[in-house]
């Protein structure tokens, strides 16, 4: 600082460096000439918009189609100011310590009163100050969820790098006095100084580095593996969400993993620029006819407005169907458009639903040799599936809290086919159940860890404990009756961990039922003769 104030006298900065600084913010913006550049071509792997007109460049840089100024699509929501102002505030003493935070307000506090530091501190202080204001006021993202906080973290970086500074200039300001009023004592200030900053850096590397450790962290990898295997040869996949698009065109363009799969966001096929600018790419996949318009209420992105949207499923299903392209979705639809369902079902098969045309619909026997074909496993370690390896606001946590579900998936869609269609002759159907009852099992199984103290850990939601008890219900109510105890363990071990984990209120009179078997069977889940 002694020496800025020694060139520039009391200026912040000098003419020449913000016409020098003006241009190197010209240049940063160069990249930008690339984007014309490649939608002219048309031959990137994966892009946003069409920016070949200068309405469709400034729609890209001023993002219109996501929301400008938004951090999310949703204009039904807007940025709390003083909310996020307290979470930001909570975010900086955690990420940079009270100490640097002490260090920054001691260095604004000398600058009141010291010309030679105060022009330099107040450009820091305010552009810090307009921007933390103006992104809190934007941020419209519920950040009490951890996922979304650790979006709002990402922008938080920036504003955290003058305080950084900041912090810097305080050490000074407890150095200078020192060296002035001492006399020799200024070697001895600075080597102090100089240890307790590099204390504190040990300190952050220390507190942080085992989350930021990720030389062992191939979930992402993994889940886009086993993604694009759950995939048959010559397919073609739709997806929609970040995690599903991005680590499966990631390998497949980028890698060359399943070259033969075609992936297609489901988000971004409704734009009438994704054809012209990913047709290339593709070696199955079938754009429906031009003309197979329809309209959907963009709330984010038009206003609340109708607008002319292209392709609805419907019209795709039909042009892959008709093709015999095997077609599949990844993780479900939320589109709104259901006018699909008018012709198709969506069967899971492995990690994905497959588009079955309801004119081919399989029966619950069809679909159970389909699932049995398949190992439900996302991946053969399950411990790799513990949310806990993992930081609550990464997307690796996401992945983890869920990367198993997908076991349980075909045993209950067998469920509900065998009870909305046959729910009167569940008594003729044991055999169909206990095969259903057989993919439970797998999924359990399959999602159980057992712990080094011996102890179970369930790598799935408790819900599925409910399914599970479920069917077996049904079968200790329309089996034969030599058999009623083996299924009466299975209810009364899914049911009471259901109670366990939960916690909830007895509403469907399931307490009732464990209660009569206990009843009938006292050594149900002690004596051995009781086993599956």
Request: charged share 20%; with cysteine.
């Amino acid at each position: 600082s002694s020496g800025i104030n020694a060139e520039y006298g009391d200026k912040a900065i000098t003419m020449e460096q913000f016409v020098k600084t003006g241009i190197a913010f010209v240049v940063a913006l160069t990249p930008y000439i690339q984007l014309p550049i490649s939608s002219f071509y048309a031959k990137a792997y994966s892009t946003w918009g069409d920016q070949r007109t200068f309405q469709g460049f400034i729609k890209h840089v001023s993002r219109e189609e996501y929301g400008t100024f938004r951090l999310t699509a949703d204009d039904s929501t807007t940025g709390d100011l003083i909310s996020n102002i307290v979470t930001y505030t909570q975010d900086l003493i955690h990420e940079l310590t009270v100490v640097t935070l002490c260090l920054t307000l001691l260095c604004v506090l000398t600058a009141w009163k010291s010309t030679q530091i105060r022009n330099v501190v107040y450009v820091y202080v305010s552009a810090m100050f307009v921007y933390i204001m103006f992104f809190c006021n934007q941020a419209n993202i519920d950040h009490s969820r951890a996922l979304m906080k650790g979006v709002l973290e990402r922008f938080w970086m920036q504003s955290n790098i003058p305080v950084s500074i900041l912090a810097g200039c305080g050490m000074w300001c407890i150095y200078t006095p020192i060296k002035m009023k001492f006399e020799g004592a200024g070697k001895v200030a600075y080597a102090l100084l100089t240890v307790g900053a590099l204390l504190m850096a040990t300190f952050q590397i220390h507190s942080n580095y085992t989350i930021c450790d990720m030389s062992n962290n191939y979930i992402m990898r993994d889940y886009g593996r086993k993604l694009l295997d759950s995939a048959p040869k010559n397919s073609v996949v739709m997806v929609e969400g970040d995690m599903p698009s991005l680590t499966s065109r990631y390998l497949r363009y980028c890698e060359f993993y399943r070259e033969d799969v075609d992936i297609v966001d489901q988000e971004l096929i409704g734009f009438a620029w994704y054809k012209p600018m990913h047709k290339h790419i593709f070696k199955h996949y079938i754009f429906p006819y031009d003309g197979d318009l329809y309209y959907k209420k963009l709330l984010a992105r038009k206003g609340g407005a109708n607008v002319p949207y292209t392709y609805d499923f419907h019209a795709v299903f039909d042009a892959h169907v008709q093709s015999g392209i095997p077609i599949y979705i990844y993780p479900f639809m939320k589109h709104g458009d259901e006018r699909y369902k008018e012709s198709y079902d969506l069967l899971p098969v492995n990690m994905l639903y497959k588009v079955q045309h309801k004119k081919q619909a399989l029966t619950v026997e069809e679909f159970l040799d389909l699932a049995f074909e398949h190992d439900y496993n996302f991946n053969e370690n399950m411990d790799y599936c513990n949310g806990g390896l993992y930081p609550e606001r990464s997307w690796e946590n996401v992945i983890a809290e869920s990367c198993g579900h997908t076991a349980f998936f075909p045993p209950e869609h067998a469920h509900r086919l065998i009870t909305e269609n046959n729910a009167h002759t569940l008594k003729e159907n044991q055999a169909t159940l206990r095969r259903i009852l057989k993919l439970y099992k797998r999924a359990y199984d399959a999602l159980t860890v057992t712990l080094p103290d011996g102890t179970e850990e369930l790598m799935f939601s408790a819900g599925h404990n409910k399914n599970y008890g479920v069917l077996a219900y049904l079968i200790y109510s329309y089996g034969p009756k030599e058999d009623a105890p083996k299924y009466a363990r299975i209810i009364v071990q899914q049911w009471e961990t259901y109670f366990n984990r939960t916690g909830e209120v007895d509403q469907d009179g399931l307490k009732g039922v464990l209660k009569s078997i206990h009843d009938r069977y006292p050594d149900i889940l002690t004596n051995p003769k009781y086993d599956m």
